[in-house]
């Protein structure tokens, strides 16, 4: 059993839960964990990340606890999500954080150790509107991630949230069939009542779409968005900060920008950017406040910010980042309006 003596209690704040859209004051969310990082076994959702140097620590180290084969990137990866956690609590957000995984549940579905990536809890879970939402992820590592914050989800239903879970993964790595929807937070845009979905083919997929659309209702349009397979979710290659603005990878977008934004002003980046440096994966904390990493590759992001009357705030985060996800990838609201 895990040791839940220090798991602080789930009933932070008595607000009503909710999430208007992207660039909604945020209010309350759940942050990654700072506390422990075991890299997962080397599947085909692996193959779609892994690259470069760390591609390769990865494919040495599947399975491993990073504390222990790499102290040093482990203390930058607690110390950078410990720092954003008290960044956000000082400008007055509440954060959940989510507990230890059981160690019978790092490994479901398959009896195999898919790794702890608590430190990104963007995925397994969605708010939209008054709506939480545990999601079916196609990613095995992603999988288990709801069962570390369970007592946080639960809460939400005495806070006016319907919480809900999609039609469960399964054990099997794939399948584009009928009934197997796929959804990855990282994938899923609140644009107000137009709701976004990234399909790179390895993460979300259109019967995950469908699915979301079925328990939306008509209040909600919900569409997919095809990206390229280089990347793993649409948050990867977009960012929203206010409505009629964006951080872009346009030619990640395969068949050209979705509709519903093809107009707005877009701060484009190349996909060296999007991918390397997470250029897109910024923390929107208002519709004129961001949070950028303080990587010098993205000052030119921060300056194009700065141009539109945002204030942009920079923090470390290469750490984390390192593994494909920076500051939207660790957050999932509970409360943006
Ligand atoms: N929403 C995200 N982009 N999450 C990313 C989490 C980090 C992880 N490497 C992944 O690719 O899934």
């Not at 839960?17 to 209010?27: M, N, P, Q, T, Y």
């Not at 607690?78 to 954060?95: E, K, N, P, Y």
């Not at 002003?265 to 997470?278: E, L, P, T």
């Not at 910010?305 to 390192?322: A, G, H, Q």
Request: aromatic fraction near 10%.
């Amino acid at each position: 059993m895990p040791d839940t003596s220090r798991t602080p209690p789930a009933v932070q704040s008595q607000e009503a839960i909710h999430v208007s859209s992207e660039w909604g004051a945020l209010k309350e969310c759940v942050y990654g964990s700072p506390d422990r990082w075991v890299m997962p076994a080397f599947y085909g959702d692996s193959k779609q990340r892994a690259y470069g140097e760390f591609g390769e620590f990865w494919i040495r180290n599947e399975g491993r606890d990073v504390a222990e084969v790499d102290p040093e990137r482990f203390e930058g990866f607690r110390s950078q999500i410990q720092g954003a956690i008290d960044f956000l609590r000082d400008s007055g957000v509440t954060v959940q954080v989510a507990q230890e995984l059981a160690p019978e549940d790092m490994k479901f579905p398959r009896g195999e150790n898919h790794g702890v990536v608590t430190g990104w809890m963007r995925d397994p879970f969605v708010t939209i509107g008054n709506n939480v939402i545990e999601l079916a992820p196609r990613s095995l590592f992603h999988r288990r991630q709801r069962f570390a914050i369970r007592p946080i989800l639960a809460e939400t239903m005495d806070r006016g949230a319907r919480y809900f879970a999609q039609p469960d993964s399964g054990a099997v790595e794939s399948r584009d069939e009928p009934g197997w929807g796929y959804l990855e937070g990282g994938d899923v845009f609140v644009l107000g009542q137009q709701i976004l979905v990234g399909h790179s083919g390895g993460c979300s997929n259109p019967e995950g779409g469908r699915w979301l659309q079925h328990m939306l209702g008509p209040d909600y349009k919900v569409d997919m968005a095809p990206i390229d397979p280089m990347f793993p979710h649409l948050d990867c290659v977009l960012c929203t900060p206010r409505e009629g603005v964006t951080v872009i990878c346009a030619e990640a977008f395969p068949q050209g920008l979705p509709d519903y934004i093809a107009d707005w002003d877009h701060i484009v980046v190349d996909k060296f950017h999007a991918k390397r440096h997470m250029a897109c994966n910024n923390l929107v904390l208002d519709d004129h406040t961001i949070i950028v990493p303080e990587a010098e590759a993205l000052d030119m992001v921060a300056a194009e910010l700065k141009k539109r009357k945002f204030e942009v705030i920079r923090l470390p985060y290469n750490y984390p980042s390192d593994f494909g996800g920076s500051f939207r990838c660790a957050h999932q609201p509970l409360i943006r309006v």
